[in-house]
């Protein structure tokens, strides 16, 4: 048994369930520290393929919240100068970390194409995934 394919099929089912249980929830996705270098490598994804398989920290709204640790909820991603555009129909972004031993080892990342869409709740319920994430790997 592959257990890298096993985790990587979970995290597909897990942003497909979210994808279709959230309407505004539009593409959801995993990014992963690559290594030991300094850049996110794109994971298990739904939704429209993107170009930015790889980010360097720092860069977007994701390589922030890898050097961050922190939640960042982007009500308007065009209100952000440090954004990287994966599509044109993308309103908001919101990016949660993901912690093993304390350790940012990753994040997950979504989409939505309706404007400021994410509540605190939004927050609260993808740090409870994100936990049962870091549980899996
Ligand atoms: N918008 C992200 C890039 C990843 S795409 O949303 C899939 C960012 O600014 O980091």
Not at 17 to 38: M, P, Q, R, T
Not at 117 to 123: H, R, V
Request: with cysteine; aromatic share 10%.
């Amino acid at each position: 048994l592959n257990k890298k394919k096993t985790i990587d099929e979970r995290l597909l089912k897990i942003c497909e369930l979210l994808e279709a249980s959230i309407n505004y929830y539009n593409w959801v996705g995993f990014y992963f520290k690559n290594g030991d270098k300094e850049e996110l490598k794109l994971g298990p994804y739904v939704g429209a393929p993107t170009d930015h398989t790889i980010i360097p920290f720092g860069k977007g709204i994701c390589g922030q919240v890898a050097v961050s640790n922190q939640n960042f909820v982007v009500p308007d991603v065009a209100a952000q100068d440090n954004y990287i555009a994966c599509s044109i129909t993308v309103k908001a972004e919101i990016v949660i970390p993901i912690f093993v031993n304390g350790e940012n080892i990753g994040q997950i990342d979504i989409d939505s194409n309706t404007p400021d869409p994410f509540t605190e709740a939004d927050e609260r319920f993808l740090e409870f995934v994100c936990k049962k994430v870091s549980e899996m790997l």
